[in-house]
T-cell receptor
Framework: GENVEQHPSTLSVQEGDSAVIKCTYS??????FPWYKQELGKRPQLIID???NVGEKKDQRIAVTLNKTAKHFSLHITETQPEDSAVYFC??????????WGAGTKLIIKP | SQTIHQWPATLVQPVGSPLSLECTVE??????LYWYRQAAGRGLQLLFY??????ISSEVPQNLSASRPQDRQFILSSKKLLLSDSGFYLC???????????FGQGTRLTVV
């Protein structure tokens, strides 16, 4: 079955710098890759997603890139702000109902 | 607009006691419904999903069960809780496969 690995588990960056979180997946049939943000004690919320027919997607300060050959995808956050501090999860899915989640990355923005 | 309600927010239960967590969705019809469990500092583990009334798919063998008695109601149950059942349980819904999942507020379950 699908396996998703996420790195790093913790990422600390200076406010204003960029942050990059990487995920790899094992199932070459996976075609949907969302990223969720979870603030402490709250529910996960979708911040961006990408499908396998696209190599990159941007939404303001957030971008996701997908390399199908290498089976990895990355989240890029530019000009980080204190409110970006949270746990970020990647996930992968085939054309079914099963999202397989990474273990999460705790992003710390240092003032 | 669509909303999802999940209760209770926190629950402390003794080992061996039963469990019932309820989730309801408003403002949409025939949603796909999901139960996830999140252990501390870990990702989400899909427990059950349902594409319609009475249709339940189980992803992880355990002492939990799920039911969908109505289109927008999803219930997670256990007859006898184990210590290992402690965690943060999240209900979610989607309109279709591979679309944005909307999560409930979660239930923090502690089995003592």
């Amino acid at each position: 079955g699908e396996n998703v690995e996420q790195h790093p588990s913790t990422l600390s960056v200076q406010e204003g710098d960029s942050a990059v979180i990487k995920c790899t997946y094992s199932d070459s049939a996976s075609n949907y890759f969302p990223w969720y943000k979870q603030e402490l004690g709250k529910r996960p919320q979708l911040i961006i997603d990408i499908r396998s027919n696209v190599g990159e997607k941007k939404d303001q300060r957030i971008a996701v890139t997908l390399n199908k050959t290498a089976k990895h995808f990355s989240l890029h956050i530019t000009e980080t702000q204190p409110e970006d501090s949270a746990v970020y999860f990647c996930a992968a899915s085939r054309s079914n109902y099963q999202l397989i989640w990474g273990a999460g990355t705790k992003l710390i923005i240092k003032p | 607009s669509q909303t999802i309600h999940q209760w209770p927010a926190t629950l402390v239960q003794p080992v061996g006691s039963p469990l019932s967590l309820e989730c309801t969705v408003e403002g949409t019809s025939n949603p796909n419904l999901y139960w996830y469990r999140q252990a501390a500092g870990r990702g989400l583990q899909l427990l059950f999903y349902s594409v319609g009334i009475g249709q339940i798919s189980s992803e992880v063998p355990q002492n939990l069960s799920a039911s969908r008695p109505q289109d927008r109601q999803f219930i997670l149950s256990s007859k006898k809780l184990l210590l290992s059942d402690s965690g943060f349980y999240l209900c979610a819904w989607t309109t279709a496969r591979n679309t944005e999942a909307f999560f409930g507020q979660g239930t923090r379950l502690t089995v003592v």
